[in-house]
């Protein structure tokens, strides 16, 4: 099993939807669960970030984290044709710095 | 205006013949990664660098080095190069304070190793 895994769609919405992006790991230790948005052609820009549990929220986007479930989530309300890109979920454990384990990543595409 | 830079953006090379890509980041940053992106396996870490001269293996350093002398740099050698190096390369410099936490991609370096 994969220390974190996301669907990698593709995934096609119409412009105006709430979006829907979901990962689950196995690693109880991961403390700082990430999402970030890669365009193509792109290096990967944090959206994101939640350390431990709950929700955090920034404008259209909204990321949860139910460590419980080892399951996090980010919400994209109304979305938009610019939010067309690859969202990749990411998380690392308190003590290990930068030592960061990514997710596949989820292809977006929101249709005008 | 923060700033991750990589060096070279392409890069055609053949089998054997040693290269050097280089990183440099405008933010202080104590952390700093090598991450390689292929279809399919998403973003892999190479090594990362916790400051000057602390550097560690992530998930794949085999056939690769790397060096922080400096805070400001971190290159990524590949010493023999091999086609299975072909990949795209990202590095990332980062930074903590506390729980607080921020992290910058530079812009990647795109290898192909004939």
């Known amino acids: 099993q994969k220390e974190v895994e996301q669907d990698p769609g593709p995934l096609s919405v119409p412009e105006g939807a709430i979006v829907s992006l979901n990962c689950t790991y196995s690693?109880?230790?991961?403390?700082?669960f990430m999402w970030y948005r890669q365009y193509s052609r792109k290096g990967p820009e944090l959206l994101m970030y939640?350390?431990?549990?709950g929700n955090k929220e920034d404008g259209r986007f909204t990321a949860q984290v139910d460590k419980s479930s080892k399951y996090i989530s980010l919400f994209i309300r109304d979305s938009q044709p610019s939010d067309s890109a690859t969202y990749l979920c990411?998380?690392?454990?308190?003590?290990?710095?930068?030592?960061?384990?990514f997710g596949p990543g989820t292809s977006l595409s929101v249709i005008p | 205006e923060a700033q991750v830079t990589q060096n070279p953006r392409y890069l055609i090379t053949v089998t054997g013949k040693k290269l050097t890509v280089t990183c440099s980041q405008n933010?202080?940053?104590?952390?700093m990664s090598w991450y390689r992106q292929d279809p399919g396996l998403g973003l892999r870490q190479i090594y990362y660098?916790?400051?000057?001269?602390?550097?560690d293996k992530g998930d794949v350093p085999e056939g690769y080095k790397v060096s922080r002398k400096e805070k400001r740099n971190f290159p990524l050698i590949l010493e023999s190069p091999s086609p299975n190096q072909t990949s795209l390369y990202f590095c990332?410099?980062?930074?903590?304070?506390?729980?607080?936490?921020?992290?910058?991609f530079g812009p990647g370096t795109r290898l192909l190793v004939l």
């Open positions: 939640t350390y431990s549990s």
């Open positions: 990332a410099s980062s930074s903590e304070a506390g729980t607080a936490w921020t992290q910058y």
């Open positions: 990411a998380m690392r454990e308190k003590t290990s710095y930068d030592k960061v384990i």
């Open positions: 933010m202080n940053h104590e952390y």
């Open positions: 660098s916790m400051n000057v001269e602390v550097t």
């Open positions: 690693n109880s230790a991961f403390q700082y």
